[in-house]
């Protein structure tokens, strides 16, 4: 009867055990998807934040809008130790992480690249020429990771099409009569009947009061409703920098 007793406490012991072995493998599974979810929402957190930055933003629209170099020799002659360069550096370099990160199975391309993938696309297009040129000349593996990334982006971007698909994101065209200041130079000095209007906003204005000569002064808001002031036989050189 004793030996029975024991068998019996021992059979219970070992449940109770395994219900406890179990119930710590519940625990410790929680607590690591707590972590891991945590640690997920930090990495996306800091991304999204240094994405959104005004420094950040600033960097991408110069590389999406201004970077007129075609080759990476011609953008070192231009922008090397300028704010061309650290902007083609600090883009360049925020996408490869993201890359790395979703390499490395640490976040999940399809969340982060629905809001960024459509600006990574666009800003490849801009340097690929620049990066691949690089690579042959400074850094071998420049980007890779940015460059890997450009399947997942294709597919939150423009799914139907795929990765070959000729997309042209966040393209801004010329406008027709664009002038460039050496035109304006010569134009002015010849005596060409043209009127200045300096649309610049009062932040601008603040920070460079000064002007060029005989220019006219409007808000970009003004010059609908004020248009009639100026003179209607000379062209208008608009300028807003």
């Given at each position: 009867?004793?030996?029975?007793?024991?068998?019996?406490?021992?059979?219970?012991?070992?449940?109770?055990?395994?219900?406890?072995?179990?119930?710590?493998?519940?625990?410790?599974?929680?607590?690591?998807?707590?972590?891991?979810?945590?640690?997920?929402?930090?990495?996306?957190?800091?991304?999204?934040?240094?994405?959104?930055?005004?420094?950040?933003?600033?960097?991408?629209?110069?590389?999406?809008?201004?970077?007129?170099?075609?080759?990476?020799?011609?953008?070192?002659?231009?922008?090397?130790?300028?704010?061309?360069?650290?902007?083609?550096?600090?883009?360049?370099s925020f996408y490869d992480r993201v890359g790395t990160l979703v390499r490395l199975g640490m976040i999940d391309e399809r969340e982060i690249l629905s809001t960024m993938g459509a600006y990574a696309i666009a800003?490849?297009?801009?340097?690929?020429?620049?990066?691949?040129?690089?690579?042959?000349?400074?850094?071998?593996?420049?980007?890779?990771?940015?460059?890997?990334?450009?399947?997942?982006?294709?597919?939150?971007?423009?799914?139907?099409?795929?990765?070959?698909?000729?997309?042209?994101?966040?393209?801004?065209?010329?406008?027709?009569?664009?002038?460039?200041?050496?035109?304006?130079?010569?134009?002015?000095?010849?005596?060409?009947?043209?009127?200045?209007?300096?649309?610049?906003?009062?932040?601008?204005?603040?920070?460079?009061?000064?002007?060029?000569?005989?220019?006219?002064?409007?808000?970009?808001?003004?010059?609908?409703?004020?248009?009639?002031?100026?003179?209607?036989?000379?062209?208008?050189?608009?300028?807003?920098?």
């Amino acid at each position: 009867m004793a030996r029975m007793n024991w068998d019996a406490i021992t059979a219970i012991a070992s449940v109770i055990s395994m219900a406890a072995f179990v119930a710590t493998a519940v625990y410790v599974r929680g607590q690591l998807k707590a972590h891991e979810k945590d640690r997920y929402l930090a990495i996306t957190n800091e991304l999204f934040a240094m994405w959104q930055s005004k420094e950040f933003m600033e960097a991408q629209l110069w590389l999406l809008h201004r970077l007129e170099a075609a080759t990476w020799q011609e953008f070192v002659q231009v922008h090397r130790a300028d704010f061309g360069e650290a902007a083609f550096h600090r883009v360049g370099s925020f996408y490869d992480r993201v890359g790395t990160l979703v390499r490395l199975g640490m976040i999940d391309e399809r969340e982060i690249l629905s809001t960024m993938g459509a600006y990574a696309i666009a800003v490849w297009q801009k340097m690929e020429p620049l990066v691949r040129e690089a690579r042959r000349i400074e850094n071998s593996v420049l980007f890779d990771d940015f460059e890997l990334l450009l399947p997942a982006c294709y597919e939150c971007y423009v799914p139907t099409l795929g990765e070959d698909a000729q997309v042209k994101p966040f393209s801004v065209a010329q406008p027709p009569d664009l002038m460039s200041v050496d035109e304006l130079q010569r134009s002015l000095e010849r005596g060409a009947p043209v009127t200045l209007l300096d649309v610049r906003n009062p932040v601008q204005a603040a920070r460079a009061p000064q002007t060029l000569p005989g220019a006219v002064r409007m808000l970009p808001q003004e010059v609908e409703s004020r248009y009639g002031e100026l003179p209607p036989d000379r062209e208008v050189a608009v300028f807003c920098a």
